[in-house]
């Protein structure tokens, strides 16, 4: 069956970069786009970026100069890079599958010294 | 980037009532391929979004048909025919014609 999970660091010190990983199961990454969005707290879902079936990624024209979306299609991982973290980036971190009806079930970042 | 209004911004119903959100799009969502790629996600609390309808208007594999999708061009509306318990949360249209995607605000569903 279809899988996501997000992985990392649930502590990030502010102005450093938070590393996600998002593994999945039960399809291929050459088959379906694979989307991050975040949510802070108590607000609404934040577009962050994508990376499509062939490679090419998309991200958000806020976060597009700190953020970095790769993956290695053989361990089935998509990876989240972004830089000069701070605490507005306090979020819960998910990935999803294209057309979103696959989702992880979220990482909680906190920035924070 | 596109921008999705999404109204009202809170919603109050009482079991069984009819409701309806609107999602407007800054810019035609209409694909060169032809698709219009509108999305209707729910969010309930402690939970990751599920989807509901995709396209405009198909109903994805075991939601509940009092759940639609309707609308063209920039102009969408989520219908829940007949509103139950378990529909409390927030709801969100997104889009992915236009690079970047984008989500509209939300709109929460409460008891009244």
């Known amino acids: 069956q279809v899988q996501l999970k997000e992985s990392g660091p649930g502590l990030v010190q502010p102005s450093q970069t938070l590393s996600l990983t998002c593994t999945v199961s039960?399809?291929?990454?050459?088959?379906?786009?694979v989307s991050w969005v975040r949510q802070p707290p108590g607000k609404g879902l934040e577009w962050m970026g994508v990376i499509w079936t062939g490679g090419s990624t998309a991200y958000n024209s806020l976060l597009k100069s700190r953020l970095s979306i790769s993956r290695d299609i053989s361990k089935s991982q998509v990876f989240l890079k972004m830089n000069s973290l701070q605490t507005e980036d306090t979020a819960t971190y998910y990935c999803?599958?294209?057309?979103?009806?696959?989702w992880g079930q979220g990482v909680m970042v906190t920035v924070s010294s | 980037d596109v921008v999705l209004t999404q109204t009202p911004p809170t919603l109050s119903a009482t079991i069984g009532q009819s409701v309806s959100i609107s999602c407007r799009s800054s810019?035609?969502?209409?694909?060169?391929?032809?698709?219009?790629?509108l999305n209707w996600l729910l969010q309930r609390p402690g939970q990751p979004p599920q989807l509901l309808i995709y396209l405009v208007s198909r109903l994805e594999s075991g939601v509940p048909n009092r759940f639609s999708g309707s609308g063209s061009g920039t102009d969408f509306t989520l219908k829940i025919s007949g509103v139950e318990a378990e529909d409390l949360g927030v709801y969100y249209c997104v889009q992915s014609t236009h690079a970047p995607y984008t989500f509209g605000a939300g709109t929460k569903l409460e008891l009244k």
């Open positions: 999803a599958r294209s057309p979103g009806n696959y």
């Open positions: 810019q035609s969502l209409l694909h060169s391929n032809g698709n219009t790629y």
């Open positions: 039960g399809f291929s990454l050459t088959s379906y786009h």
